[in-house]
């Protein structure tokens, strides 16, 4: 099942040292910026404390002093959530020039040329897994951000706070729509593309999936022999994003019979790999993982 396209004779990837090609260049550099940041992001999500205390202690005993306590700490909070979505937009802003420079109609002559940009692909699906993983463990992210509007829109209607510019609007409203999902990292990068496809009116989403498929070969290829462990994590992360990005893209999904990716093997190859437990992300993030068509040993 998924037995895959040929891969060409030398065609292999680097996770390690790839060299940085000419029309790599700018997309690398400004990708290489924000990722350096992306383990202080992790860091800030991972010491979210949240405001439990306060909220709880401004419902069980609403003096004006509990309430100002709780606001003042939420607001501080909501600074922080919203901060992190920054940073998606930040990366959005490279990422669908990121996708179209790796994967051309020719997926080969893409991946080819540039196995530095497919590093740094790697980089931020390592990143998205991570980011999702801690969010889902904290709830206290959310509820603080729940906490955070419906308070902010009461002092509104009594005039103790100002009102809020356009711009501050429409970012609190898209800051909240991003949290709103179980994996919101993923969730919003997968949607880019299909924003991305309708504002060059590509009525299909199926652009990139010759090269994702081919590239998610690829690194279970790499996988076949022994890795560094670092190399090994970024290999697991790339071909976890493909799938993932395949059956989100793909109408038909990732998981069919005739699928491109040697889909049965690569299961295998996330599930022995426990200790980077992304066999969680691949079910959470699958749109087609459950389908009835989907083989019953790929869905357990």
Known sequence: MGCGPVIPMGLELNFKDPQLQDDECEIHGILSESLYKAPTVLQILKDYVGCGVQIYMAFASPTPEN?????????????????LYKFYQELEIVWYRLLTLLFPQNPITGVQSHLSSIKQLSQIFQFIFEFDRRKILNLALQNDLSYYRRILNQRKLHKIS?????????LRNRTSMFYSEAAPMMHAFIHSIFDHNFQRNLQENILFIPGL???????????????????????????TGCIILVDNLDPAGAYHKNTSIRIEDCIKKLCASKKFALE???????RNLFNIETPSSIKN
Do not use: H
């Not at 022999?225 to 090994?232: A, S």
């Open 162 to 170: 100002q009102a809020s510019s356009y711009e501050e609007e429409v």
């Open 213 to 239: 498929s081919l590239l998610c070969n690829l690194c279970l290829k790499f996988l076949e022999t022994p890795q560094e462990m670092e190399e090994e994590k970024l290999a697991l992360c790339c071909m």
């Open 280 to 286: 969680n992300t691949i079910r959470i993030n699958s």
């Open 67 to 83: 309430e100002e306590a709780a606001w003042g700490a939420v607001v501080e909070c909501a600074e922080k959530i919203t901060d």
